[in-house]
């Protein structure tokens, strides 16, 4: 088994692991896979996927990190972004901007994000332009 690394929490990011855990058990039931399966499939045993789901360590009583290895297999078994995982479980974190930004995008047509595109590639252009 692996060992569950110890670190302190603030309570929203205690609430985002507790979202990270209901969110990895609908991944766990829409794959139609029990407990068992997905820690055969993943590599990872039963007991420490179940503490994920429940946000919490039984054995300690304390939530807990889980490490981007743990992550990665989930990914890979459930077949979702790496990417999003790292997010929900804090090991990256977007800038405001960027937050804003995709919140933003998120709110327009797909012709307004052609011309956002647009716009995004020219400065880019011109910002590597500078730089070179």
Same mark, same amino acid.
């Given at each position: $088994?692996?060992? $569950?690394?110890?670190?302190? &929490?603030?309570?929203?990011?205690?609430? =985002?692991?507790? *979202?990270?855990?209901?969110y990895?058990?609908?991944?766990? $039931? =829409? @794959?139609?896979?029990?407990?068992r !399966? !997905? !820690?055969?499939? !993943?590599?990872?045993?039963? #007991?420490?996927?179940? *503490?994920?789901?429940?946000?919490? /360590?039984?054995?300690?009583?304390?939530?807990?990190?889980p490490?981007? +290895?743990? &992550?990665? #297999?989930?990914?890979?078994?459930?077949?979702?972004?790496?990417?999003?995982? &790292?997010? $929900? #479980?804090?090991?990256?974190?977007?800038?405001?901007?960027? +937050?804003?930004l995709?919140?933003?995008?998120d *709110? &327009?047509s797909e012709?307004?994000?052609? +011309? #956002?595109?647009?716009?995004l590639?020219?400065m880019? @252009?011109? /910002? @590597?332009? +500078?730089?070179?």
């Amino acid at each position: $088994m692996r060992r $569950m690394k110890s670190v302190i &929490l603030t309570p929203e990011w205690i609430r =985002q692991l507790q *979202d990270l855990g209901v969110y990895l058990r609908e991944l766990r $039931m =829409q @794959n139609g896979l029990s407990l068992r !399966a !997905a !820690a055969k499939e !993943a590599r990872i045993s039963q #007991a420490y996927i179940s *503490d994920l789901e429940h946000g919490i /360590n039984r054995g300690s009583k304390k939530p807990f990190l889980p490490s981007p +290895q743990i &992550l990665e #297999a989930l990914s890979q078994t459930y077949g979702v972004s790496y990417v999003t995982l &790292l997010r $929900m #479980a804090g090991h990256l974190v977007e800038s405001p901007g960027k +937050q804003e930004l995709r919140l933003f995008i998120d *709110d &327009l047509s797909e012709e307004e994000c052609v +011309q #956002a595109l647009i716009v995004l590639k020219s400065m880019w @252009n011109r /910002n @590597n332009e +500078q730089v070179g």
